[in-house]
């Protein structure tokens, strides 16, 4: 079973910068496609930004141009790069890991951005 340990959440101030990161179990990370996903309370989870094994990048609207994704593959890493974070960009961000059928969660890192 594959395990995804996320860091690097915490509580900052609107217009300030954090890094997420998330390490894989697994020999062979280079072959999964990996997401950030976050939910905010009493909302659905949304995807963020998605990296593919092929390092192809997405981001929804609301973030481009302010998140980075990037892979490690070395260090079985992914990473979320934020900055000029708002109030809105406020919930619990996991990583998700995807390769053919099969789907794993980390569980959950905060991010709160006070105004």
């Known amino acids: 079973q594959l395990q995804l340990v996320e860091s690097g959440g915490g509580l900052v101030q609107a217009g300030g910068s954090l890094r997420l990161s998330c390490t894989a179990s697994t020999r062979i990370f280079a072959g999964f496609d990996m997401g950030w996903y976050r939910q905010a309370p009493g909302k659905q989870r949304e995807l963020v930004a998605r990296i593919s094994s092929e390092s192809i990048t997405n981001y929804i609207d609301s973030v481009k141009g302010r998140f980075t994704i990037s892979r490690d593959n070395a260090k079985n890493t992914v990473y979320l790069e934020m900055n000029s974070l708002k109030p809105e960009d406020t919930g619990t961000y996991y990583c998700?890991?995807?390769?053919?059928?099969?789907?794993?969660w980390g569980q959950g890192t905060q991010v709160t951005v006070s105004s």
């Open positions: 998700n890991a995807v390769f053919r059928a099969a789907n794993f």
